[in-house]
Nanobody, 120 residues
Framework: VQLQASGGGFVQAGGSLRLSCTAS????????VDWYRQAPGKQRELIAG???????TFADSVKGRFTISRDNAKNTVYLQMNSLKPPDTAVYYC???????????????WGQGTQVTVSS
């Protein structure tokens, strides 16, 4: 099972980006998916999550600006980032709980990370 994170790029402050996190492989179901980010010299932080039922949570730093959604048919979760600020500059990672067809029938892969750079 693999996760592919994509959609990062360079944007001016106030702009928007949409990140995608797509799972592939021997998948039964993608359960919860979380988005993290890691800025240079800082620890990786959890910023958003969505459960299999669609319940969403957000860190205070992104609440009101970021939304998260999922397309189960595509095994994809999206992170819509609006009103971006320079402090949002970081590498963004997704992590998922995935029910798989092979033992141990559950996996927790990470995406490879996608760079988001916000200029002032």
């Amino acid at each position: 099972v693999q996760l592919q994170a994509s959609g990062g790029g360079f944007v001016q402050a106030g702009g928007s980006l949409r990140l995608s996190c797509t799972a592939s492989g021997d998948i039964v179901r993608v359960n919860a998916v979380d988005w993290y980010r890691q800025a240079p010299g800082k620890q990786r932080e959890l910023i958003a999550g969505i459960t299999s039922a669609g319940t969403t949570t957000f860190a205070d730093s992104v609440k009101g600006r970021f939304t998260i959604s999922r397309d189960n048919a595509k095994n994809t979760v999206y992170l819509q980032m609006n009103s971006l600020k320079p402090p949002d500059t970081a590498v963004y990672y997704c992590n998922a709980e995935i029910a798989t067809t092979r033992p141990p029938f559950i996996d927790f892969p990470w995406g490879q990370g996608t760079q988001v750079t916000v200029s002032s």
